[in-house]
Structure formats: C-alpha cells, structure tokens
C-alpha cells in the first residue's frame, strides 16, 4: 500500500493547558480519498481538523503528544499559515469569510504559493467555474451572503491556496438540505476535476456518507469506529444512532446502554 | 483571602476566625512584629537622605494601592492617576492660599474632592471598557491638570503654590522626622483600608466583575455601582496622597503632575505585580528609588560629572527597558518571583506544586 | 483667510499622524501609544542623515524615509511580537513603554535643544502668499501635500493592493487569514513599517517647517483624539477626525484661550466617547473588545 497523504497519529491536544479536547486520534487519508470525520457535539471533530491545519497563539491550544506526518513531514504544532503553504487548508465551521471584503477580495487576499497573475487569472476563472454563482457576486461584501454563498466562498478561497488536502468543518451546518447536496457535488467535482483529496467533519452521517470514501466515529475524544461507506452505513450503531433509522421495533434504555457498553470495545 | 495554599508548611485553618485574622502563625505575627518595630526606629538611625527616600515611597505607596485597587483588583485601567493626584495636591493648595485652611480641613476635602472627580473618571466606564477606558482617563488627566494650570496663572502663581509648614494645636509639622511618622501613619491607614475592603463584600465584587462584568451582573452584583464606588474610593485615596505631597514639598506645581507621573504609577503596579497589595508596595519601593538606584550606578563610572546633564534622560530610558522587561518576560512582577521564591523553600525538598486537575 | 490655512495645516499635520495610529489598530488591534515618539525620531533621523549626506538633501530624506520604514519593522520584530496573543491592554503599555525609553534615548543621542533639521539641508522656508491674502509656509504647504498623498496611496493600497486587502483581511478574523496562508508576523510588521514612515514624514516636515525639540511628542499625542473621534479602524475617519480636532483647536485659541490648546483635543475626545465611542466612522463592536 502507499503511504497515505496524511497520517495523524495517537494526537491528544490539550486547552488552556488544562483541558484534554482529543485523547489518541488516529486517522490516515489516502491521495484521492474522501474521508468523512463523524460524531456528536464536543466529540473532537473540529478540534482534529484545527490540529491539523495548526493553532495560534491567541487559541492557547497544543498538540501535547502524538504526530500528525502530510506528505511524510511532521507538521504538528506548525503555524497555520505554514501549514496551508504546505497544501492542506482548512475551511472553518465559522466565520469562514472575511465579512467587510468583498467576494473578489476574499478571493484575492489568500496567499497562493508562488503563483504568476496568469495562473491566478487562470485559479479564478476554475474558482468561477466550479462555483458560477460567485462570479455573480463578485462585488457583494462577504457579510451579506447567505449561508450558502458564505459556505461557496470560504471553499472557493481555500481552493485559492492550492491545496493538495481539503479540510471542511461542518460544510451542512444551518443550510437547507437542496443546498448542502449542490455544495456536496460540487466537492466532488473539485475531486474530480483537481485531484484534491478532502475530509469533512460531520454531525450529520447520512449527509457525510453519501460521499465518502471512509469514514471515522468520534465520541468524547476517541476514535470509537472506522471503516469504508459500506461497512459504516451497514452498522448498526450508526443506522440508529447517526441515520435515524431504527429498524423497527421500538427501542428501550437498555439497549442504548448496551450500545454505550459496546463502543468502548471499539476504542 | 485569596492565596489558598498555607503560608508554612504544616498549617491548616480549623475555624472561620483563623481565616479572617490578619496574621496566620506565630512566625508571620512575629516578622510582622519585627518589621513595624524596624520601621519605627528607622527615623532615629537614618539620615536626611534616606528619610525623604522613605517618605517618597510612603506616598507612592498610597497612590500605587489606590491604583491597584482600581486597576488591580476592579479591572478599570486608569492611566489619569496623576490627575487624581494633582486634584488633591491643588485642593489643599487653594484651601490654603484662598481661605488659609488648616491641614485637618484641607486632607478631607482632597479627600471629597478625590471623590467627585472618581464619579467623573468612572462615568466612561460604565459604557468603555479596557482601552477606551484608559484613553478617557488618559484625556481626564489632561483637562485636570489643565485646570490646575489655569488656577496658577489667573491667580498669578505662575511658578507655583507655596504652602507653609501646618500647625496643629500650636505644633508645627515641619522636617522630614515628623513627616516620616504621619505619612506612615497614612500609608499604613490606607493599606489596612484595602486589606478590609478586598475582604468584604466589595472586594469580592470587585473581583467578580474584573473576571467577567456579564457572569458578575447575572450573579446580582451591581456593576455601575461597585465600579463607581472603585473610581470613588481609589480616586479619594490618590486625592489625599496628592494633599500630603502638597504639604510635605511644601509646594504645589502641575509640572509635577505630568503624564509620566500616571506612567509612573502604572509601572509601579505591573512591577510591583497585578492583583496584590503586596505588589502595590514592592512596585512603589521600586520604581521611588530606580532613579536613585540610577544615579547611584552613573556616580560610579569614571568622570561621573559630565554624564550629570544626562541623567533625567538616562533615568527614562532606563525606566523604559525596565518597564517592558517586566512587561515582556515577568508580567507578574515582584510578586511573582517572591511567590516563586517562597514556594521553593515551602514545598522544598520538592520541586513543584501539585496541580489541581493536573493530567495523569 | 489666515485662519482658514491654519486650520487646514493643522489638521493635515493631525490627520498625517493619526493615519499611523489607525493603521496598526485596524490590522493589529494594538493602540500604539508610542506614536509621537517614533514620529520625532524620524525627524532626528532626518537631522542624522543630513549631516551624514551634506550636499544631497534628496539622498538624505530618502535615507531617513527608508530608515524609519525599518525601525517601525524592528519594533514589531523584536518587541511587539512578543506581545501577540496578550491582552490587548499589556500590549499598550509595552508602547507606552517603548515611548519613554525612546524618549530618553533620544535626548542621549540629540540632545534636548532646538534643532534646525532644515538648515543642515541647506533649505530654505519661504511663505507663500495665498489669493485671498493668506500666507502658508513652503513646508507647510508640502505637508498639506504630503497627508493629500499619503491618504491617496493609503485608499489605492488598501483597496487595491494584495498586501493592502491581506492587511485588512487579519484585521478582521486572524485566524482565518493564517489559514489562509497569510503570514500575520509579516502583515503586522508592515503594518508597523507603514506607520512609521507615515508619521516619521509627518515628523520631518513639521521639524523642517518649525524646527526640531522633544515638545512634538504633544503633537503626536494630540493627534491620537482625531484618530478615535474619527473611529480608530477608519481612514476617512482619521481624516475627518483631525479636521475635527484641527479647527476646534485653532478656533479656540483665536477666540477663547490660548492655554486651551493643549486640551481642547482631550475636550473633544471626552465628548466622543460619551456620545459615540467607536467613532464617526469606526465599527460598532469594536467596543467589546478589551
């Protein structure tokens, strides 16, 4: 097997110095792939995708243990701006677009490694391209988009950096179903047409699922599942607990605690 | 009080009382003990020179825990303290000049002047908060001093208000030995003032509302009037402590208010370290007796008389670095090395405290 | 008629210097109370340069322009940097801290007295009579000039520049503009430079116009009200600001108190803050952040 693009492995990160947000994430992304990230509130999801892309000083946050290897470099602990030039950008839950520029702008202020203006030119036009309605709003300031524009800009300005590895935090969040699934095939045309291999973190596994490659659990800061889209839509955890579909009959406390009781098995 | 761990190693409160004494141990009462007796007899040892040093730092000291009691402990940053200071230096100096007032008189009314104009200095604060505070009390300053100014040269004291030495009782208040007394007498009135007042009631509002003004409101605090009172309080501490360097110079001036003087004060509370009386003392030791400590240093070098034109301006730079060495690199101040200090020889032989919540 | 230039002059020479006061707080956030300190020490750069290239006068204000680009660079490298990711407040006072400490140096290296930056040029300063039968001094003409320029090319960078919209873009939301690749050490340094060449300009032209002591501190410190009145993440403001400031005060000393000077700034300012704290033009929830 080639080695993934992206491996992160055993990565705890601790806040404020005190509080353990991820304790032992281990993933691994191949070129090409799509993975899904799944699992509820406050299970580490976007704290996995913020490790990845790097902290700040001001987030006051560190990856105390574990390694997170792009392209066989280390790259824990890296500034994010670092990091994106690296080729992995990450498109954050919120505030994802700079509010006071315009759409132009925002596309124009990313930092695109050694880039001429005729492959900036050429970025914009496959940036208008993939996402025809932006052209429209070129001169829109970014903080009256709707949520659905908003979410087609900050992917647009990721792809500005020309990343090899796409990370997208909560693309579904507060957008009506018709526009997640617009935005959901368009990530697989950007695949498609580009090559970019992309992970999504998701609350919603039934939205995640439809086009993933492979998909990883997380609750309370572990990874509790993994594996392909067959396996994972197959499982019965995941029917009932992130799809919605009991299949059935009508569940009682005991088998949730039965559930509870088996996923440590998967940690 | 806010430090939970015991002071000595093997001391734990059983009681309510143990918590609210002043002293904890045998060994505090007795240092305590000790430290007073030492200060009472430094006037009969010391010279000239080094009683003014002391009674330099005694009125820093009032206006450095004044400041931290705002700054420190309240969370509203005032960079106008020097303009608290001049209010009350020039309230005694026109009760004096206008209706020869005597000192019993004129220290209270500093005292409410500094009071009024705390309503004044804390009104912005109750819609700015951090910055734009500081740059409200920063434009107060001004317009204080200002006024000041403008008293001086309508009443044609261009140069300055001389105030002579006050007689109480037929006693005249004169020479640094006497002053040394009274200026401890306030300084140590105003210390015990705030040690009271940070463990009651107030204090804790205060506290509350420096860590987060929303959290305190929802707790029932009420922020415009504890931060009011903060403003009310510190500025009529500071007031005073102008009114006594008024009658200890013997001479009122706005040239010795200026901007650097808040700065002044300001350091003294980062230096001395943010949230501790203690701090407030360190930080007003220091900061008096840098520019000394300076000059001292400068006297030693070879042809020290030609670098004499320069000091003030050595006295700056020197004072800059300081400031942000401890700005940068120790922004807990002396305090925070003296707790670092006292930790070592507490837990000693071992090296760290155990942490709360600490992982694994 | 005379008044009239007077107040323009003023607020160009308050608006010159105010545009450095917002450009670091619009892309830092950082109150930089050590702006009239490094305005003046653009001005004994220019003294120093001009000794240095006696008989070039050209070469020697490029010199000192250039110079002072870098000291604001240095600044942010070896000091504010330090100081991202702290409370806004200890960021300030390290400033302020920076400011006596050049405050003292200079007074080292210069000394005290009043110095002709203009003679050791070999310029001279002749007034220009005005229709309308007022008078403006040839410098104070070029510095009316020079905040004409500066704001222009600030607008054009600003709008149009792709550093000009990365330093606005970290102004907003640093975060993101990191994980978009933009380097905020390399934004903020800019951001210090461009400040400080702004008001070392300012600095130069007013020290070549009236001459060169440790008092234009003040002006410096003056002009910080027109900034904020302006709103401090707002060029027009800025400008407006010290239109503001600049009038207030010159009217005041014509027809109230000359000794007003010094606070009408302050008066205004106060006011301000009252009424509207975040400015003329600034944004609203700026207010919130300590």
New interface residues.
Partial sequence: MTPPLLSVDKLEV?YNR?I?AIQGISLSVQTGQIVAILGTNGAGKSTTLRAISGFLGIDDARVTEGAVTFKGQRIENRPPNEVTRLGIVLVPEREKVFPNLTVAENLAAPFAPSMSNAERREREDLIYHFFPRLADLRTRTGGLLSGGERQMLAVASGLVCKPELLLIDELSLGLAPVVVEDLMQRLLQIRKELGITIVIVEQSAAVALEIADYGYVLENGRVVLDGDRERLTSHGDIQEFYLGQSSGDRRNYRDVKQYRRSRRWYG | MSDRMPRASGYFRTGYAQEMALTKTRLERASLFVFVVLLLAFPYFASAFYLDLANQVFLAAIGALSLMLLTGYAGQ?SLGHAGLLAAGAFTAGILYKEINAPIYLTIPAAAVTGAVLGVIFG??SL??????L???T???H??VV?LG??YE?KRGFSTGITIDAPVIAGFRLYGGKIWYFILLTFAAGTLLICVNLLRSRTGRAWRAIHSHETVAEALGISIAGYKLLAFVISSAMAAVAGALFAYYRSFVSVEAFS??LS?QY??MI?IGGMGSLLGALLGAVFVTLFPYLIEAALMKLPNAQSYAG?L??????????V??LF??FE?QGLVGIWRRIQTYFLLWPFKHKPVA?A?K | MQLFVNIIVLSSIYALIACGYVLIYRVSRV?NLAHGELMMLGSYLLLTTASSFSGHPAAAIAAAVVLSLTVGVLVYVF?MR??TG?M???A???T??????????M??IWS?QQQYPGQALGFSNPAIALPGGGRISTFAALLVLATALTYAALFFFLRFGRWGVRMRAAGQNPLLAAQRGINLHAVYALAWGLSTLTGSIAGMLISLDSGLTNTMVIIG?KA??AA?VGGLDSLAGALVGALIIGAAEVLSIQYIDP??S??VP??I??AM??VR?WGLFGTREE????
């Fill in positions: 601790v005190a353990t | 940053v009104l912005p819609r700015l908060r951090g910055l734009y500081a740059v409200s920063l434009a107060l001004f317009i200002y100014g403008e040269t901007l650097f700065i300001v350091a980062i320069l003030f301006a050595v006295n700056y730079a020197a004072f800059g670095v400031m942000i700005l940068v922004p919540g992982r | 109150l000091l330090k100081m702290e806004a407040l200890a300030v006072l390290t302020v801290a920076l400011g006596i400490l050049l405050r003292g140096l007074v080292l005290a410190l910080f009200p904020l000794l007003l010094d606070v302050f008066l300012l106060i803050l009252v704290p207010l919130d952040r300590v």
